[in-house]
């Protein structure tokens, strides 16, 4: 596997070259996303809003469930699984899951020697709520859960909260604002007295409703077409800002395709839709070497994607006209 066992325990292992925990919900979740080159903060219209943006769940009016699986560089299995029950009053609830895993990895050191083997992983359970403000702010909170495993340092656990905002400017633009871990003081404590801090990490986006049918879109088109940007800001250690853009284009309610930048990786994507699943894909490359290249799957489910049943007839005659 050359060295890509490195690079893979740097990935689940710190986010920058700073001894930090890796947070699985840094990496942008769903197949959607994904394709757009992670960008989504803004955006808050599917049961992805739960792991992207917890300000999205105040926009939510149906229940919504979303799962996503992949293999990050081969190696690394991505499993994610989340829903949303709304509560009415413009007020949801959602519950989540992410983790990524790696077992049976080979740790060589610099001259290639084989120094044994090793499993790693981390994990992140949830819960979130979101409410819509006024006509044109949502909030919304997340608490979670963290726990992480390494062979070399058994198991450990810790907690954090994230904090999101979208606002709508015109019908046609949407801003969306997350914190992610704002509790500085919180770390993951292992079992031999090892501990990390939770990266602090900022994201700002934007999306724009850029072409579309409905009244909110900049210009009318039958065929729908959102732009979207995010960028990620790091206040403490030297990790550099990183940014995201995408677009979707969807020349039916049913089809799909994507395309997007992640930092300078060209990314991809398409879903389909029927009868209130949804079937979506994701590819993603991760630098420019060998086997970089990640593809996800997701399987999503929206109960107003049923049509409505039409009302029993309630007399005789209703009941019969119609024949």
């Given at each position: 596997m050359g060295y890509k066992p490195l690079i893979i325990v740097v990935l689940l292992a710190s986010q920058s070259f700073a001894q930090t925990a890796f947070d699985p919900l840094s990496i942008a979740i769903g197949a959607r996303p994904l394709g757009m080159g992670g960008a989504f903060v803004a955006v808050a219209d599917d049961g992805n809003t739960l792991f992207n943006n917890p300000a999205g769940l105040g926009e939510i009016d149906s229940v919504k469930f979303t799962s996503m699986s992949g293999a990050l560089l081969e190696d690394v299995n991505y499993t994610v699984l989340g829903g949303i029950l709304p509560f009415g009053n413009q007020f949801s609830l959602g519950a989540g899951y992410a983790g990524a895993f790696v077992s049976g990895l080979e740790i060589r050191d610099a001259r290639g020697n084989l120094g044994g083997s090793a499993n790693y992983g981390n994990s992140t359970a949830f819960i979130a709520l979101g409410k819509k403000l006024n006509d044109r702010s949502s909030l919304g909170l997340s608490l979670k859960y963290y726990f992480a495993s390494a062979s070399e340092r058994s198991s450990g656990n810790g907690w954090n909260i994230d904090a999101g905002l979208l606002q709508s400017g015109w019908n046609w633009l949407k801003l969306g604002l997350v914190g992610r871990n704002l509790i500085g003081t919180s770390r993951i404590n292992y079992q031999n007295g090892q501990s990390e801090p939770l990266p602090?990490?900022?994201?700002?986006?934007?999306?724009?409703?850029?072409?579309?049918?409905?009244?909110?879109?900049?210009?009318?088109?039958?065929?729908?077409?959102?732009?979207?940007?995010?960028?990620?800001?790091?206040?403490?250690?030297?990790?550099?800002?990183?940014?995201?853009?995408g677009l979707e284009f969807s020349p039916s309610p049913f089809l799909a395709v994507r395309a997007g930048v992640d930092r300078s990786n060209l990314t991809g994507g398409l879903s389909l839709k029927i009868a209130g699943f949804g079937f979506h894909y994701a590819y993603h490359p991760y630098g420019d070497f060998d086997g970089s290249a990640a593809n996800y799957f997701s399987i999503t489910y929206d109960e107003r994607g049923f049509p409505p049943e039409p009302p029993a007839p309630d007399t005789y005659i209703a009941k019969y006209s119609s024949l």
């Open positions: 602090f990490s900022i994201r700002a986006g934007t999306k724009i409703y850029l072409l579309g049918n409905g009244f909110d879109a900049a210009i009318g088109s039958p065929w729908e077409t959102n732009l979207v940007a995010d960028a990620d800001f790091f206040p403490q250690g030297s990790t550099p800002m990183s940014l995201h853009t």
